[in-house]
């Protein structure tokens, strides 16, 4: 059972930054991705950021691209989100997920039925 830990959210003036953490422990097996995904107060959950471990693509949400980055640690066990220029926009819950089934098409790993794991989440506010 793999558990996903996520800190590092909180409350940020529009056009700041924050560094979102997962760390990850319990794997026995492989995993083939990992991703972020958020919510909105009153919205469905949606995507934000991926990695493909399999080709080492990396995706991410239209609304973020050259904005958010996916770094990661290998030695820690631990992917980061790096959000910049934040907008109000941005305001709500990330969550790390991680994904131990192989999809050939690893755009798949852009959508949430294709993760296994999921973490608590963390909350980021951007006010205006």
């Known amino acids: 059972q793999v558990q996903l830990v996520e800190s590092g959210g909180g409350l940020v003036q529009a056009g700041g930054s924050l560094r979102l953490s997962c760390a990850a422990s319990g794997r026995t097996a492989s995993n083939y991705a990992m991703g972020w995904f958020r919510q909105a107060p009153g919205k469905e959950r949606e995507f934000v950021a991926a990695i493909s471990w399999s080709d080492g693509n990396r995706y991410y949400a239209d609304s973020v691209k050259g904005r958010f980055t996916m770094p990661r640690d290998n030695a820690k066990n631990t992917v980061y989100l790096q959000l910049n220029s934040l907008k109000p926009e941005d305001t709500g819950v990330y969550y790390c997920?991680?994904?131990?089934?192989?999809?050939?098409?690893?755009?798949?790993?852009?959508?949430?039925?294709?993760?296994?794991?999921w973490g608590q989440g963390t909350q980021v506010t951007v006010s205006s």
């Open positions: 997920a991680d994904s131990v089934t192989y999809w050939r098409d690893s755009s798949v790993y852009t959508t949430d039925h294709a993760y296994d794991y």
